[in-house]
């Protein structure tokens, strides 16, 4: 499965059911791409069958680490992808951001590590984002009041 907007081989996760509110269209599984951080739902739709990845996959964990070898690890990992998904329009996803990033830090997650470590990524062209990754999480922090 590669990104609609890099062409890029995606890293596709299981979404816990609640978790499912706050990723794209509310999908049971959704994808983040490597190349440019795009987060998408996986669906029946022609993109991809989560089923037949699921099959194919076996029960092994996302390759989260390809999207950065910084990148979290387990129940974390997840919520952090998702919570990167609400920054293009962050905004709008205000609560889902608080919610995300609540949980991954709960699961372990330093969010403020792991984004730094993005950003140098951004900064050293491994990773292109559509948007600006650093101003983001700026606004991300000012709406959820924090630094």
């Not at 739709?45 to 996959?57: F, Q, R």
């Not at 470590?117 to 900064?123: K, N």
């Given at each position: 499965m590669t990104?609609?907007?890099c062409d890029t081989?995606?890293?596709?996760?299981?979404?816990p059911e609640d978790l499912r509110s706050h990723a794209p269209e509310d999908a049971a599984a959704a994808s983040i791409?490597?190349?440019?951080?795009a987060v998408g739902a996986v669906d029946g739709?022609?993109?991809?069958?989560?089923?037949?990845?699921?099959?194919?996959?076996g029960d092994a964990a996302p390759e989260f680490d390809r999207v950065h070898?910084?990148?979290?690890?387990?129940?974390?990992?997840?919520?952090?992808?998702?919570?990167?998904g609400?920054?293009?329009?962050?905004?709008?996803h205000r609560e889902s951001a608080a919610t995300l990033r609540e949980r991954a830090e709960r699961e372990g997650v330093d969010?403020?590590?792991?984004?730094?470590?993005?950003?140098?990524?951004?900064?050293?062209?491994?990773?292109?984002?559509?948007?600006?990754?650093?101003?983001?999480?700026r606004q991300?922090?000012?709406?959820l009041d924090r630094r």
């Open positions: 990104c609609p907007h081989a995606v890293v596709a996760f299981p979404v791409c490597p190349g440019c951080l739709d022609g993109v991809a069958d989560p089923e037949a990845d699921a099959a194919t996959a070898e910084s990148f979290p690890a387990g129940e974390g990992a997840v919520a952090f992808a998702l919570l990167i609400t920054l293009p329009s962050i905004a709008l969010t403020a590590l792991a984004f730094d470590r993005l950003v140098e990524a951004v900064h050293e062209a491994e990773i292109v984002p559509e948007f600006d990754l650093e101003r983001r999480v991300l922090d000012s709406l």
